[in-house]
């Protein structure tokens, strides 16, 4: 009712907002206006609808309320989702303005009770950004003292530094000094200004009055009535005022504008450098993907990269395999020892390799038994060492080919098919190696070993010395072959220690890389699959296409700042 949407309307010299009784305005309304010089006619669109130009302001008027619509529906209630409007023309400023619902006092049909507070909330929401120029519109025939534009405006911007009051239906004050004053800005103080303008009434807007005409008559009566200050009335002295106040709030804030500019366009630019450029030679670049892949894989196992976790933790791709060496072939082989009933065991074989005989001595093939069931402990910890070794090598190349094949979901997902392949062939080699050296280990039981031989004259000459003491030769006996059981699992825990790192690194991971390139170029690098590998992710497009229309928009930011500075 106070008729801002009817000044919008005359700043923009067009009928495109809808009108009615009660609140119209449900969602702010974003109006970007900018000035084409080039531009034959006035031409509008709608950012949810970037690709559809309206040339009839009628259909923009219909759109407005289709999509006001859309989410309040048929009811009075708002919502703070902005609507952005944008309209390009020869004959106006470039300007931003932005249309807001109008307080509601007492809310009616199915608004809720507390409609007020909703609508100065939504209000405060725009108008509290110190960087914005609040337009206080207020009608003439109302006491502006009892303003609440004017009221809402001063509860953000105490000092009315960035507050601008517009009277519309300046006609229908009264020919007072008081209503002189004010419009005058003598009475209430307001240091942007407080300027009058006439609309057209609703009579005249049916009538299909051009705005040109209402423009007209506004100059005739302000002439008329207030000569004295007729050149600082009117819509056309608003446009220039609101023009005017925005060159000199953008010049104040330059400097930090400068710097903000600046900052956007290293940030855009490092997200076009990290998204890389359109691809011109797909299978070169193929060729060279694949070659940098293998060399990631290379430099991140001697240590020269690192890879990020998924627990966030970055380390080389090396290390990471060592530790879990650490993790589970030492510390697994550490924990085995011998069982608490060894010795009834040493006890029952004995006297098993002596059959109906009691034994007078202790045969070989008793310990030689023994030895091999402790052998064949070692065989789990090991077959779990080479599965952990494959996951973590799996783990290291997902990681790799996420980062170097980003950009191209098929070649990553294709290069990890060549990679797991190749990898399941290095670790049967790995598993066979192995299992075949257990094999031997647990069929000869090598007592002449150098170490064996070594401490076990020591053992002999320990529980020699304790028969004469007690003179019990079958605990002594069992004691002995303990004692030479712990020797032996030892030195084959320390073998297992040094050779199960060794067959991975030459099968798993020397092997592996000696054949990643070949196999990654045999598999993949094909003229006929070039197209689909080389295809990248839609978001990336998407997201290179963006980037790039920001820098530019920054670039031209740029170049008007540089005018102005």
């Known amino acids: 009712?106070?008729?801002?949407?009817?000044?919008?309307?005359?700043?923009?010299?067009?009928?495109?907002?809808?009108?009615?009784?009660?609140?119209?305005?449900?969602?702010?309304?974003?109006?970007?206006?900018?000035?084409?010089?080039?531009?034959?006619?006035?031409?509008?669109?709608?950012?949810?609808?970037?690709?559809?130009?309206?040339?009839?302001?009628?259909?923009?008027?219909?759109?407005?309320?289709?999509?006001?619509?859309?989410?309040?529906?048929?009811?009075?209630?708002?919502?703070?989702?902005?609507?952005?409007?944008?309209i390009y023309s020869a004959d106006l400023p470039s300007l931003t303005l932005v249309d807001l619902p109008g307080i509601v006092k007492v809310p009616v049909g199915d608004q809720p009770e507390n409609i007020e507070e909703q609508t100065i909330n939504l209000v405060k929401s725009f108008v509290q950004n110190p960087n914005s120029i609040i337009l206080a519109v207020s009608p003439g025939n109302v006491d502006l003292a009892n303003s609440e534009a004017l009221?809402?405006?001063?509860?953000?911007?105490?000092?009315?530094?960035?507050?601008?009051?517009?009277?519309?239906?300046?006609?229908?004050?009264?020919r007072t000094t008081e209503n002189r004053l004010v419009l005058e800005g003598k009475s209430i103080?307001?240091?942007?200004?407080?300027?009058?303008?006439?609309?057209?009434?609703?009579a005249k807007i049916d009538e299909g009055q051009p705005i040109a005409d209402s423009l007209e008559e506004e100059e005739l009566f302000f002439k008329t009535n207030y000569h004295y200050i007729a050149g600082e009335m009117g819509t056309p002295f608003l446009t220039k005022r609101l023009c005017q106040i925005l060159l000199e709030n953008v010049k104040e804030c330059l400097p930090e504008l400068i710097l903000r500019i600046t900052e956007q366009k290293v940030i855009q630019?490092?997200?076009?450098?990290?998204?890389?450029?359109?691809?011109?030679?797909?299978?070169?670049?193929?060729?060279?993907?694949?070659?940098?892949?293998?060399?990631?894989?290379?430099?991140?196992?001697?240590?020269?990269?690192?890879?990020?976790?998924h627990n966030g933790k970055e380390i080389s791709g090396g290390r990471h395999l060592f530790q879990q060496f650490e993790n589970t072939i030492c510390s697994e082989l550490d924990l085995i020892i011998l069982p608490e009933d060894i010795e009834q065991q040493i006890e029952d074989e004995i006297m098993s390799s002596s059959g109906a005989?009691?034994?007078?001595?202790?045969?070989?093939?008793?310990?030689?038994?023994?030895?091999?069931?402790?052998?064949?402990?070692?065989?789990?910890?090991?077959?779990?060492?080479?599965?952990?070794?494959?996951?973590?090598?799996?783990?290291?190349?997902?990681?790799?080919?996420?980062?170097?094949?980003?950009?191209?979901?098929?070649?990553?997902?294709?290069?990890?098919?060549?990679?797991?392949?190749?990898?399941?062939?290095?670790?049967?080699?790995?598993?066979?190696?192995?299992?075949?050296?257990?094999?031997?280990?647990?069929?000869?039981?090598?007592?002449?070993?150098?170490?064996f031989a070594k401490d076990r004259r020591r053992i002999e000459e320990e529980t020699r010395d304790e028969e004469d003491i007690d003179g019990k030769f079958e605990k002594r006996n069992i004691k002995r072959i303990k004692a030479l059981l712990d020797l032996y699992t030892s030195i084959i825990k320390n073998q297992l220690m040094d050779i199960v790192p060794k067959t991975v690194m030459s099968f798993m991971v020397y092997g592996f890389k000696e054949d990643l390139h070949k196999e990654l170029i045999q598999r993949l690098v094909d003229q006929n699959k070039v197209d689909q590998l080389m295809k990248e992710d839609m978001f990336i497009e998407e997201k290179r296409g963006k980037a790039a229309k920001m820098l530019q928009a920054l670039e031209q930011a740029d170049a008007i700042t540089c005018l102005m500075d």
Not at 151 to 174: F, G, H, N, W, Y
Not at 197 to 202: A, F, L, P, S
Not at 430 to 442: R, S
């Open 357 to 451: 005989k009691p034994p007078l001595f202790t045969p070989n093939i008793t310990f030689e038994n023994l030895a091999s069931n402790q052998v064949k402990i070692y065989v789990r910890p090991v077959k779990k060492a080479i599965k952990k070794c494959c996951e973590t090598i799996t783990e290291i190349t997902m990681l790799l080919s996420k980062e170097v094949f980003r950009r191209f979901p098929n070649l990553k997902r294709e290069a990890h098919h060549v990679c797991l392949s190749l990898l399941i062939s290095k670790t049967q080699a790995v598993e066979q190696f192995l299992n075949n050296y257990l094999k031997c280990e647990i069929c000869y039981i090598n007592t002449n070993h150098k170490l």
């Open 189 to 202: 103080p307001v240091k942007l200004g407080i300027i009058g303008v006439i609309n057209r009434n609703q």
């Open 269 to 309: 630019q490092n997200i076009l450098e990290s998204l890389g450029a359109k691809i011109d030679d797909p299978f070169g670049m193929l060729v060279q993907l694949l070659y940098k892949f293998c060399q990631t894989f290379d430099d991140n196992m001697e240590g020269k990269e690192t890879i990020r976790l």
């Open 151 to 174: 009221k809402l405006a001063r509860q953000v911007d105490p000092d009315s530094r960035r507050t601008l009051a517009v009277i519309t239906k300046a006609d229908l004050m009264e």
């Open 1 to 86: 009712s106070a008729g801002k949407s009817s000044v919008l309307e005359s700043i923009v010299r067009k009928n495109f907002l809808p009108r009615g009784g009660g609140i119209v305005t449900r969602r702010p309304l974003i109006i970007q206006i900018t000035q084409e010089i080039l531009s034959t006619e006035s031409w509008a669109c709608f950012l949810h609808q970037p690709d559809k130009k309206y040339t009839d302001f009628d259909e923009v008027r219909d759109e407005i309320v289709a999509e006001t619509n859309r989410l309040c529906g048929d009811s009075k209630n708002i919502l703070p989702d902005p609507i952005t409007l944008k």
